[in-house]
């Protein structure tokens, strides 16, 4: 598959994991107030139906020329949450010499789904180890840094945006940022009641031009000024969501680029109707949208169309 090369924020390039053995995780529903379990009697559809949603997803994408690698779940363990790859592992240009970087996550039953092997099989390449960043040890040491959930790039610039939660230590992203050279953004973001957003990816994401984030989330007035700030001079417009809107994934969107240079903007169909209309211009002005239909990988998963997505950006002169 050829892979993108591009130095830019975006890729044109995805990876996919199947979600073969979807269901409801027991080990996240307690830092992921987006979770919902379903009655006892219809515990036997879920997967079924997250696979028909997944695989509706990948042939829209491929329709909006997106190159997408499919690669299944692990078969010798059940993987629920193996429909959101961009947890575990994220691809980058060169950056200080890293270019594929592997994370702890805080669920046991989560780590299960990391299998470089099978993703390098699926894009066709061979990862020199030496440009792999391996911070999964962090797990033994209680400390999680759970990929683009807890990180948000800007990849020109090298800035990096987080929030502190249960899944995203600062200490791990410090030392993200000492091996990348990424310039660290950090703040706290909460709900209604106060408690933390589980993902930063919820709260905010980065596109080319603009930035979709959720500032009253985040409460202390000092850091909203830092974050606004810092987005304001990555010359980036703000798209202020409220945090009703965070609730309906408005926050869980990708841009990406097509291969026929086109920029899309993927997002669910429950986040585009929680949008304004004056959202939806500003963001229609920057690329077309695309809307996956992943109501029952929303509703079980507690995760959204970015959360599906791990952008490939990989150099051939980096692989052997």
């Known amino acids: 598959m050829p892979l993108s090369t591009r ?95 592997l994370y702890p996550m805080l669920a046991p039953n989560r780590r299960v789904e990391r299998q470089l092997d099978a993703v390098e099989q699926t894009l066709g390449i061979t990862i020199d180890p030496s440009t792999v960043l391996d911070l999964t040890h962090y797990e033994k040491l209680g400390h999680f840094l759970e990929g683009t959930g807890s990180l948000i790039f800007d990849r020109k610039r090298k800035v990096v945006f987080a929030h ?51 500032l009253e989330a985040v409460q202390d007035r000092r850091e909203r000024s830092a974050v606004k700030g810092a987005l304001s001079e990555l010359d980036l417009e703000i798209i202020n969501i409220t945090l009703d809107q965070l609730h309906a994934f408005c926050g869980n969107i990708l841009e990406v680029q097509s291969v026929s240079k086109e920029n899309k903007i993927i997002m669910s169909i429950i986040a585009f109707g929680a949008f304004t209309e004056d959202q939806r211009k500003k963001l229609m002005s920057y690329g077309d949208i695309i809307l996956f239909n992943i109501p029952t990988i929303e509703t079980i998963g507690g995760g959204s169309a970015r959360c599906m997505l791990a952008e490939v950006f990989h150099k051939e002169e980096q692989t052997k």
Not at 10 to 25: A, E, K, W
Not at 41 to 68: C, M, Q, T, W, Y
Not at 84 to 99: A, L, M
Not at 192 to 201: A, F, L, Q, R, S
């Open 164 to 214: 502190e939660s249960a899944r995203t230590s600062f200490r791990v992203l410090d030392d993200f940022c000492d091996q990348t050279g990424y310039r660290p953004v950090k703040f706290h973001a909460q709900d209604e009641g106060g408690k933390p957003i589980y993902h930063t990816n919820v709260v905010m994401s980065i596109g080319e031009g603009f930035s979709v984030v959720c």
């Open 7 to 101: 130095l830019a924020q975006l890729t044109d390039t995805v990876l996919m994991i199947s979600p073969d053995s979807f269901g409801f995780n027991d080990q996240t529903a307690s830092t992921n107030a987006f979770q919902n379990n379903l009655p006892a009697d219809s515990k036997d559809k879920p997967r079924n139906k997250a696979l028909s949603e997944f695989h509706d997803s990948v042939d829209l994408l491929r329709r909006n020329g997106i190159r997408v690698a499919i690669c299944p779940s692990k078969t010798n363990v059940a993987t629920l949450d193996a429909v959101f790859p961009n947890n575990w592992i994220s691809f980058h240009n060169e950056v200080k010499g890293i270019n594929t970087v």
